[in-house]
T-cell receptor, first 108, second 115 residues
Framework: KNEVEQSPQNLTAQEGEFITINCSYS?????LHWLQQHPGGGIVSLFM???GKKKHGRLIATINIQEKHSSLHITASHPRDSAVYIC??????????FGTGTRLKVLA | NAGVTQTPKFQVLKTGQSMTLQCAQD?????MSWYRQDPGMGLRLIHY???????DQGEVPNGYNVSRSTTEDFPLRLLSAAPSQTSVYFC??????????????FGPGTRLTVL
């Protein structure tokens, strides 16, 4: 069993739909990161969470420390949101464990 | 700011050849790292550095060497390339410890094929 698991692995949505991507982890963490990998390959950091909830534009990230679970929500999805979304558990100062990613495709 | 830069973007090697993947950042970040990304697997840490002159091994260090002579540069050396090293390599940096300082900035990646 992987220490960081994401679901679903693949997701296709229609433009405008509300999207949820889940991340469960089995290790103790100091922070949970959400990353976006563009179709061209570049990776950007979206959120870093240690508790509660963060919002940036149409993106919302939540974390439940007790349940070791985090979710990334996208409201009013758009084709430009199509990407791979990766969660990473920061277990120590320099230790990051990455999930395998959720491939999202938003259709116009 | 150029952020994190990597060269080359693409490289094809023959088994046994050596090469260096370059990584540089202009954000004065202390922490730099190298990851490899393989299909169906999460990013895996190869080596990391917490400052000039200080490096340490990550999860998959075999076959790779690193050095950190300056804050800006963190090259990754493949000593004798093997087909198992075919992968996409990402360099990343962050300011350091605590709070938002742990946000990592990634380079654009180097796609390496070893024949």
């Amino acid at each position: 069993k992987n220490e960081v698991e994401q679901s679903p692995q693949n997701l296709t949505a229609q433009e405008g739909e509300f999207i949820t991507i889940n991340c469960s982890y089995s290790v103790g963490i100091s922070a949970l990161h959400w990353l976006q990998q563009h179709p061209g390959g570049g990776i950007v950091s979206l959120f870093m969470l240690s508790s509660g909830k963060k919002k940036h534009g149409r993106l919302i990230a939540t974390i439940n420390i007790q349940e070791k679970h985090s979710s990334l929500h996208i409201t009013a999805s758009h084709p430009r949101d199509s990407a791979v979304y990766i969660c990473a558990a920061q277990g120590g100062t320099y230790k990051y464990i990455f999930g395998t990613g959720t491939r999202l495709k938003v259709l116009a | 700011n150029a952020g994190v830069t990597q060269t080359p973007k693409f490289q094809v090697l023959k088994t046994g050849q050596s090469m260096t993947l370059q990584c540089a950042q202009d954000m004065n970040h202390e922490y730099m790292s190298w990851y490899r990304q393989d299909p169906g697997m999460g990013l895996r840490l190869i080596h990391y550095s917490v400052g000039a002159g200080i490096t340490d091994q990550g999860e998959v260090p075999n076959g790779y060497n690193v050095s950190r002579s300056t804050t800006e540069d963190f090259p990754l050396r493949l000593l004798s390339a093997a087909p198992s090293q075919t992968s996409v390599y990402f360099c990343a940096s962050s300011r350091g410890l605590g709070g938002s300082y742990n946000e990592q900035f990634f380079g654009p990646g180097t796609r390496l094929t070893v024949l």
